[in-house]
DNA sequence: ATGAATGTGAGTATCCTGTTTATATTCTCG
DNA sequence: CGAGAATATAAACAGGATACTCACATTCAT
């Protein structure tokens, strides 16, 4: 009961240094994740992500000094793994149907473990510090990885830039819609987007 | 004392009779669109709205029993419009060209009012009460047009109804992103997704 | 001019939010 | 071992936003 030892005021933002706190800070950033991917940016609350942790909400705000922090956490970590998918697909000099079907089994696995998240961190994005610099640097980087692939197989050099942004946005657009309605591991599903990733980039042209 | 929200309560309470009343009521749904696009759901309060319509909180409760309500007006007119959209472009039996590029520009200038207001409806919906059943019709009646338009171009019966969901939440993408970065009247952004949507329904198959 | 329709907006009650703090538990290492 | 550092806990706080009501003011139709 007696408290006989003065702390000075704890310090706020500590590193991790036993194996304990860092299991403690990834339970917490992929609850964040899951939190964040099911009840949206709304519904993001630092209590409900300890909670669903399965950890105090003082141990939270022990390493992430405030909300956004933890946001920021969370989204560097979704977005690498996207990045390293697209690379990895779009690797090597590969015939264009491969590259499409490579493609497409990365990205529905790289977001059927927290199926919106990648919209939500999109659209509902805290916006003003910090993140912002990175948030454009993560789109320019997946933006130059599709042109690349563009590129690749398609000759006509003058739209490329477009193409990659209405390719990469409808397949997202896809995949989210997919994701909603639990439906992203559909065989015929994934067959119809690599078909149409496939039909666009060899452009037929046809009337 | 618990919160009721047992009744739907998709109804006016009251039935604007004069005209200023009805005026009242469209700056209310008008001003709450505008709210819901800029904001998004979690932003959306009734408050704000009657501000944004210039009518007093009063006013918006004496027509809209709840917040829910409104969100349904709100959903039901935009969702007309869009359904709209869809009949017209597929209307007729149009070259697979013409028809994409109705589509395109109409659905385009759907979206062009409140650019980010169908994903937010879709989205961030109120989830469970009341809206239901609304929703799924909407969805229901907006995948059978397309499923309608790909048949109509393609001669394959069997993926009919996958492909229509494919191409729906394609261009859905597209339109989302684009108006997210205010590049909604970009014409060579058209003008692709023109292409993608041909080059899919011609179906090239080239391996 | 009178009653009905319409409009007002301060006020209420409630719920949550992010964050801090005092304290309890576990680990590291001499 | 055991002392102090690292780590974890959860109650509590202060502030704000929320959806919605109500007593009253204004405008209309007749």
């Given at each position: 009961?007696?408290?006989?030892?003065?702390?000075?005021?704890?310090?706020?933002?500590?590193?991790?240094?036993?194996?304990?706190?860092?299991?403690?800070?990834e339970?917490?950033?992929?609850?964040?994740?899951?939190?964040?991917?099911?009840?949206?940016?709304?519904?993001?609350?630092?209590?409900?992500?300890?909670?669903?942790?399965?950890v105090?909400i003082?141990?939270?705000?022990?390493?992430?000094?405030?909300?956004?922090?933890?946001?920021e956490?969370?989204?560097?970590?979704?977005?690498?793994?996207?990045?390293?998918?697209?690379?990895?697909?779009?690797?090597?000099?590969?015939p264009?149907?491969?590259?499409?079907?490579e493609?497409?089994r990365?990205?529905?696995?790289?977001?059927?473990?927290?199926p919106?998240?990648?919209?939500v961190?999109?659209?509902?994005?805290?916006?003003?510090?910090?993140?912002?610099?990175?948030?454009?640097?993560?789109?320019?980087r997946?933006?130059?990885?599709?042109?690349?692939?563009?590129?690749q197989?398609?000759?006509?050099?003058?739209?490329?830039?477009?193409?990659?942004r209405?390719?990469?946005?409808?397949?997202?657009g896809?995949?989210?819609?997919?994701?909603?309605?639990?439906?992203?591991?559909?065989?015929?599903?994934?067959?119809?987007?690599?078909?149409?990733?496939?039909?666009?980039?060899?452009?037929?042209?046809?009337?």
């Amino acid at each position: 009961m007696s408290t006989r030892i003065a702390r000075p005021a704890a310090r706020m933002r500590k590193q991790p240094r036993q194996a304990r706190s860092i299991a403690t800070v990834e339970a917490i950033i992929e609850a964040g994740a899951r939190v964040l991917s099911e009840l949206g940016w709304a519904g993001f609350s630092t209590n409900k992500v300890a909670e669903a942790a399965g950890v105090s909400i003082g141990s939270l705000y022990q390493y992430f000094p405030d909300k956004l922090a933890l946001v920021e956490a969370i989204r560097r970590r979704h977005f690498d793994h996207v990045l390293s998918v697209i690379s990895e697909a779009a690797a090597d000099q590969k015939p264009l149907r491969q590259f499409a079907r490579e493609l497409v089994r990365g990205m529905i696995g790289a977001h059927s473990v927290h199926p919106t998240l990648h919209q939500v961190l999109l659209d509902e994005a805290p916006g003003d510090r910090g993140s912002r610099a990175a948030h454009a640097s993560f789109q320019a980087r997946y933006l130059e990885r599709y042109a690349a692939a563009v590129a690749q197989y398609r000759r006509r050099r003058k739209d490329t830039e477009t193409m990659a942004r209405v390719l990469s946005s409808a397949i997202e657009g896809v995949i989210h819609n997919a994701a909603r309605r639990n439906m992203l591991d559909a065989p015929e599903l994934q067959k119809q987007l690599v078909e149409l990733i496939s039909a666009y980039l060899s452009g037929s042209r046809a009337t």
